[in-house]
């Protein structure tokens, strides 16, 4: 039994005196509901985040984490830092790290392995661009990244991997997916994840969508079968809006 989940990305918004208003205002509005609610914050905010949150069943979330244990590697965080202000859920290749940060598939594999050996569960992001999808290359290009992301990861392991599916043509430019789009591709996504690891395993994974999902879309989303949550850009930056796609 999947229970939905829905997380927002803040991405590189709010000070931690905006988290903090954030937080204060969503608390009093979530009143708790069958949908699992995370916040993915900016590093400074987590832990203003953490202690606002403290006994609710809303989670928390970082945006990226590096894969060494500690290192000198300036400017990164490690899995410890982040499990040590009780970080429950972790982004990872991101379709913005990977253009601007040169995350690969690789380094989203060192990241995954990482964070499976932690108490942090992944939200490993996949999907392809408009060019992709225009030359049909879509579901190949989804399926390598699965594939690679994923790679020398065992069931056992995988039944907490969060995948979302966020095709980049959708991602902040207001243009979402249509249920039916989204719909075929996390079907897509969970067929491979039977190839991968068998229907057990499979049938445990949470998959969400990512690309300007808003109130006024999220039941449209929700109720396709193989979507079990999504990953919301813009309009989790807004305490209502975000209430009113967890209540869609
Ligand atoms: O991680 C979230 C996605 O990039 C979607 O962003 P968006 O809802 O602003 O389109």
Redesign the pocket.
Known sequence: MRIPFIAG?W?MFKTKADAVKFAEEFKSLYKGTDIQAAICAPFTDLEALAEIFKGTDIKIGAQNVHFADEGAYTGEISVSMLEEIGVDFC?VG???RRQYFAETDGTVNLKMKRLLDSSIRPIM?VGESLEERDAGKAFDRVRSQLEQGLADIDAEAAVRIVI?Y?PIW????GRTATGEQAGQMCEFIRNTLIDLYGEDTADQVIIQY????KPANAAEIMNMAEIDGA??????LKAKDFMEIIDF
Do not use: D, F, W
């Not at 959708?170 to 430019?173: F, K, L, Q």
């Not at 990953?231 to 989790?236: C, D, N, Q, Y």
């Open positions: 990305n991405k982004i991101h379709s913005e992001c979302a966020e959708a991602i902040g430019t990512g690309g300007s999902v990953l919301v850009g813009g309009a989790s």
